[in-house]
């Protein structure tokens, strides 16, 4: 029997990518779980696995081919002992989870399922806030199954201001894709009620080319999703953003006294690690920045987690790796932590589900330059810290001007859920604890 590999769901609003290596030929024998192909997402790199054992018969892909989301990848020949076997009848979703997990969390493949179910539970419960079946519902998400549809196929949806759920489904087991939605908008279907929506087309540009000459270059994956995600973020949110600045000269001593130290550990010692220290204790103290507003339900949801994004600048474009559980580590975890994903997400290790889920994000210009920025949320969160470039100046203390490291801090925050003076209190509070770090232990 001849059993097909597809492109399996690999993450949220991840629907195509690029083949980087074709790792197998026709004629070989693969185990299940063979990697056969390394397949590049918009921001990271994963590896596809082979979901049965057999021989290789096609091949019908070439290194550098675009593919979606349940693209045909190769056709394997199998027997009745391997189609009956336990393994093979796991779904493709189950085992790039399995896969890319276990190389990254180093645990039991039964721990990986485990933890991936239990992601992909917590991810369905903060759909809700996405208006992942629009907003408005009588029943709230939580309480409903699943749409039988692809993650890519409910943003769609979304998109059009559409209720997945009104949707009648014409694929296997009455499974919805992108053309049953268009069908579904094209015969009349109504939209799901209120709330603001995404354009599902900008306007036409001009022919610039009337002008003068012209060069179009086709937009890279990342940018590509970078301008979407923040064109979302921005219409989303109404934006507002609190300045602010931090004596940071003490702060300054202490990560040149400990930086060496931790420097021979393989670790370096940064601004954004204690930034993000301290944030991860802002975020518990005043907890409407760890939040996210429904407003189809008429409810905030406070998240009982600190998932802290940190900006990566890469070569392919702006990346966030999120560290979790940042309020339980130190400041050299955080430090490495940091170095670790920064590392990968420019090498193209890094993996989709570790930039999923933040719930508060950091972004430090300060190695580039700058005097200040204002930073975009990313929707659905609350809020988003920007840091600029350190500048000493002379500061009035004790009867006379006095050199001071000061850095420069700007907030910006969703004006739904946070208003002005809650924020000039977080940030203030922020820029104390850079100034007296021991203030982070009085409460």
Known sequence: ?????????????????????????VGETVEIDDILIEFETEKALVEIPSTAYGKIVEIPISEGQELKVGDLIAKIETSDQ???SKTADEPAEAKVHKK???????????????????????RDIDQ????????????????????????????????????????????????????????????????????????A?????????????????????????????????????????????????????FLKNKGAKLQ????????????????????????????????????LIFKKYVHIGVAVDTERGLLVPVIRNADGKSISELAADISDLAERARNKKIKPDEMEGGSFTISNQGGIGGTQFT??????????????????????????FQPRSMLPLALSYDHRIIDGADAARFLRWICECLEQPFNLHLD
């Not at 998400?141 to 009104?166: C, M, N």
């Not at 930073?375 to 006379?400: F, H, K, N």
């Open 1 to 25: 029997m001849i059993e097909e590999v597809r492109i399996p769901e690999i993450s949220e609003n991840v629907t195509s990518g690029k083949v980087v290596k074709v790792l197998v030929q």
């Open 82 to 84: 391997n189609e009956t």
């Open 100 to 122: 890319t997990k276990a190389s990254s969390e180093r645990v039991s493949d039964d721990s990986d399922e485990e933890k991936a179910t239990t992601r992909k539970s917590s």
């Open 128 to 199: 809700s806030t996405r208006k992942d079946d629009g907003p408005g519902q009588s029943e709230p998400e939580t309480k409903r199954p699943p749409a039988p549809a692809a993650p890519s196929v409910r943003r769609f949806a979304r998109e059009l201001g559409v209720d997945i759920y009104q949707v009648q489904g014409h694929g296997p087991g009455g499974r919805i894709s992108e053309d049953d939605v268009k069908a579904f908008v094209k015969q009349g279907g109504a939209a799901a009620p209120s709330g603001p929506t995404i354009p």
């Open 201 to 253: 087309h900008e306007p036409s540009l001009p022919d610039f080319s009337r002008w003068g000459e012209i060069e179009p270059v086709e937009l890279p994956a990342v940018r590509r999703l970078t301008a979407q995600s923040t064109a979302t973020s921005w219409q989303m949110v109404p934006h507002v953003t609190q300045f602010d600045r931090s004596d940071i000269t003490l702060l300054e001593s």
């Open 264 to 299: 021979r550990r393989g670790i370096k010692l940064t601004v954004t690690a204690v930034v993000a220290k301290v944030c991860a204790a802002a975020l518990l103290k005043f907890p409407r920045f760890n939040a996210s507003i429904d407003m189809g339900g008429n409810r």
């Open 375 to 400: 930073p975009i949320v990313m929707w659905p969160q609350a809020a988003i810290l920007g840091i600029s470039r350190t500048a000493v100046e002379p500061l009035y203390l004790d009867g006379a």
